[in-house]
């Protein structure tokens, strides 16, 4: 049975010194032990941090092909346009080896979960492999309520190809706000209310979105008239997208609110008295990669919004890396310390998913991986450029 130990071991209380972490063959935690005075000869001895395999909440792995095509700095409307455009002007073969090279530079990296949308089932053959946990949202997009039972109808035949052994589970995921009818949307909700009981929405991800909602116009406007799908009898809500969809949101099911780049405290505050347990998840480098815009993660801390992180595609990423997204978190926002974004990238993103049965923590009976974190920077433990991480499990 292996034992490891380490200079520091990240545990929900924080960095605790003098631990023993004894596993068994499998990666299954048995116990950690405290306080240990003397470390046995037989014990795995290494210099860093161990923690947790991390969780990617947000991920789209059939987008793993785009790599680089999508210039930097376009606006949403732009990308999503230009990603259109691009997403099939590869060839297949070309596309399951972008994503096989995905996954493993993800594992590499000491991710051990990820919640993944799936628009096709191109990702399906690989989830089934059980290399990564994957909870598959089957994204659902259509804006006019006419289409809903369609779209809907539609997702169903595709959610049922999902592969869900190995610990995987699937779902139901509304696009955004700009892009489903709140008809579609409840319907969502009235589905995985009976079913995984998770779901998921990237929400307020430009500030598009919110002119598109309160006006009618701009960007996202532009993009439908570009796609000539007619909006003549659409009438916007007149206010913020948060504030139209929140109230859809049904009691029972756990929502992931991804990017949230232009959600306002006082919004976040405002929604959350109504159904008081969504999460929030951080793409903070697709943001700036897209946008060059960052959420108010201060702000929305205040308001006691709970944070999951996710690296978004490799459309809109340099790399899938849990770690890094980490750093340039604590780089833009240098008050949060590096526990409680570590909290974010490991138990978090579990509960978010619903994994923390098994990942999150090293808690006996949890097989949650195990990462030795390097480079941690003088006593307060920054994410600098030297820091790295290694997948031991
Ligand atoms: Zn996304």
């Known amino acids: 049975m292996p034992i490891f130990t380490a200079d520091l071991i990240f545990t929900p209380q924080g960095f605790e010194p003098h631990c023993?972490?004894?596993l068994d063959e499998t990666g299954k935690v048995l116990r950690l032990e405290r306080s240990v005075k003397e470390v046995p000869a037989e014990a795995i001895a290494l210099e860093g941090v161990l923690a947790p395999g991390f969780v990617n909440a947000h991920c789209h792995l059939e987008l793993s092909h785009l790599a680089g095509m999508i210039p930097r700095g376009t606006g949403l409307a732009a990308f999503a346009q230009k990603l259109m455009a691009a997403r099939f002007t590869v060839e297949e073969g070309e596309r399951r080896a972008a994503m096989v090279r995905a996954e493993q530079e993800m594992k590499a990296a000491g991710i051990v979960a990820v919640g993944d949308i799936s628009n096709l089932a191109e990702s399906f053959g690989l989830k089934e492999e059980g290399n990564l946990r994957y909870h598959t949202f089957v994204e659902l997009i259509g804006l006019l309520p006419e289409r809903a039972d369609m779209v809907l109808e539609k997702g169903q035949v595709l959610l049922a190809e999902v592969p869900?052994?190995?610990?995987?589970?699937?779902?139901?995921?509304?696009?955004a706000p700009y892009s489903v009818s709140p008809k579609l949307f409840s319907a969502i909700m009235e589905y995985e209310g009976k079913h995984s009981r998770l779901s998921s929405i990237h929400n307020q991800e430009s500030l598009a979105e919110d002119e598109f909602f309160k006006q009618g116009t701009g960007p996202l406007r532009g993009l439908y008239d570009h796609l000539g799908i007619d909006l003549s009898g659409w009438m916007p809500p007149g206010k913020a997208s948060l504030e139209v969809f929140y109230p859809l949101v049904k009691d029972g099911v756990r929502m992931i609110f991804v990017h949230n780049t232009f959600t306002e405290p006082a919004q976040a505050r405002a929604t959350m008295a109504l159904h008081p347990d969504p999460?929030?998840?951080?793409c903070v480098k697709a943001n700036l990669y897209i946008e060059q815009a960052l959420p108010d993660v201060p702000g929305l801390l205040d308001a006691g919004v709970r944070f999951c992180l996710g690296t978004d595609s490799l459309a809109s990423n340099d790399q899938l890396s849990i770690l890094d997204e980490m750093r340039t978190l604590q780089r833009c926002f240098p008050r949060l310390a590096t526990a409680e974004i570590l909290t974010w990238a490991t138990l978090h993103g579990a509960m978010a998913l619903g994994f923390s049965q098994d990942l999150g923590s090293f808690l006996p009976g949890k097989r949650p991986g195990l990462n030795l974190l390097t480079g941690l920077e003088g006593e307060e433990l920054r994410l600098g450029e030297k820091s790295a991480v290694r997948a031991l499990l």
């Open 164 to 175: 869900v052994g190995n610990g995987n589970s699937a779902g139901f995921a509304p696009h």
């Open 279 to 282: 999460w929030y998840c951080l």
């Open 20 to 22: 023993l972490l004894h």
